[in-house]
Each structure stands twice: as C-alpha cells, then as structure tokens.
C-alpha cells in the first residue's frame, strides 16, 4: 500500500553560506538554474505528483522568497512561514507540523535539483512509504555519479530498501539527495526549538523504520558557484 501526499515543504531558510557572494543578497534556492528559481523548479516537482499544498520556510531575505511565492499561479498553493531563528531542517519542519497536516508529506531542500527519470521521483518515494513499516524513505544518488565533491557518502542501502550509516574510515555508495517523504511520527518526541532531520532519521534507522530508494534520473550537487555554472552548462548542453 503506497500514501500520494497532498501537502509537502521546502526548507528554504538556510543562509547559502558556500554559495556567496551569489547569496549574499538572496536566498539560496532563489538562484536561477534552466531560466527558473531553484524553488519554482521545486514547487513543479511537486505540482507533477499532486501536491495541493506547500509550506515554505525562510529566514534569510524572507521577503525575496515572499515576491517569488507571490508571482506563482496555480497548484501548489504555498504558505510561507517565517522562522525569526534559524531551527534547522528537523526545527523547520516540526514547526510547520499545525500547517502540514496528520498525514505522510514531502520534503524538499530548497537547493534539491534533479531530472527525473522514467517515472517522477518524489511518486517513486511515494511508492515506496509504507505507513506500517516506515516513518521516512529517502532519495538518495550515487556518489560516483556527482562531478562535485560529496566526501565519502552519507548511506549504504541493502536490496531492501534498509539503510545504514557510514562507519569511521567507511566509504559509501549513496548520499543523500535532498528529497523525503515522511510521517509526522518521525517527530514524535522532538522537543521545539533548532535541531538537524538527521536526529529523528537516526531514531528510525535503529528502529528499522527508516528507508530509501536510488534515484534514477540525473541529480546536481548545487554547494558552490562553480557547481550551478557547471549544472547550467550541462542543461544548455542537454
């Protein structure tokens, strides 16, 4: 039995520090990439699987991510949110708990960008969430496949879906896409306040209740100028 999410967020409230000076005046997922903002390309992803309603977190230039929100017409309807501190992935996420609802949703990096392949990505994530089992699955992308430097990898993923940690001195295959689909129990017991996702996807990795899937499309590690030049360049190419 697979869940098709209606509601879903994008974390756009980060400051974009290894972007500047590309930032220094902007949001990050603010930055145009193929003529369109990072978050509009985020929001059509979105849009292509279903989702009616989107929440949009922001702390740096807030009023920029208002103006492009703004400018959008039709499906996903947006709500921003505000944050007047930084609360982190796991922060930002439980905060906007109220607006997302009881069921399983999206979400989003605001910097996340990928090219499906044969099907859409967050549908295969949808797909793949088993409210009975699972309180989270993860995109994730072969490290070998990005051009950019991603370390040793954040995963190791075994024919069923079950993820593991990279261990001390371990080398990885997969690192983590920047794309969910999780239940509002994965929160459960997080206290408000600043906190990374990565401390409830450690509590359901130990549970076994934390899955991920390997994206079959082409992904952009955008981290640096150098990496959105050389994504807009592969985009022209293509």
């Known amino acids: ?33 193929g003529g369109r903002t990072l978050l509009d390309h985020a929001l059509d ?22 103006d492009c929100l703004n400018a959008r017409r039709g499906v996903p309807e947006t ?23 009881p069921d399983p949703f999206f979400v989003i990096n605001g910097d996340a960008f990928w090219l499906n392949g044969p099907r859409p990505a967050l549908a295969r994530l949808a797909d793949s969430f088993e409210p009975a089992e699972t309180d989270a699955v ?13 370390g040793f990898g954040d995963f190791a993923l075994d024919p069923w879906g079950m993820l593991r940690r990279r261990g001390e001195r371990q080398v990885v295959p997969y690192i983590f896409a920047g794309a969910s689909i999780m ?23 130990d549970a076994g209740r934390l899955r991920g899937i390997v994206h079959d499309g082409l992904w952009f590690h955008l981290s640096t100028p150098r990496d959105l030049a050389e994504a807009e360049a592969i985009l022209h190419a293509r």
């Not at 993860?138 to 991603?150: E, P």
Request: with cysteine.
């Open 79 to 101: 709500t921003l949110r505000v944050e007047t501190k930084l609360l982190e992935t796991g922060g930002g996420v439980l905060a906007a708990l109220d607006l997302l609802g």
């Open 1 to 33: 039995m697979s869940t098709q999410p209606k509601t879903a967020m994008v974390l756009a409230a980060g400051l974009g520090t290894r972007m500047r000076p590309l930032t220094d005046n902007t949001a990050k997922p603010l930055l145009p990439l």
């Open 138 to 150: 993860l995109l994730l992308h072969r490290s070998a496949l990005v051009a950019a430097d991603v």
């Open 45 to 66: 992803r979105l849009a292509e699987v279903g989702v009616e309603r989107v929440v949009v977190n922001a702390y740096w230039h807030p009023q920029r991510v208002a």
């Open 183 to 205: 239940s509002p129990a994965l929160l459960a017991g997080c206290a408000p306040g600043k906190f990374s996702l990565n401390q409830p996807w450690n509590r359901a990795l």
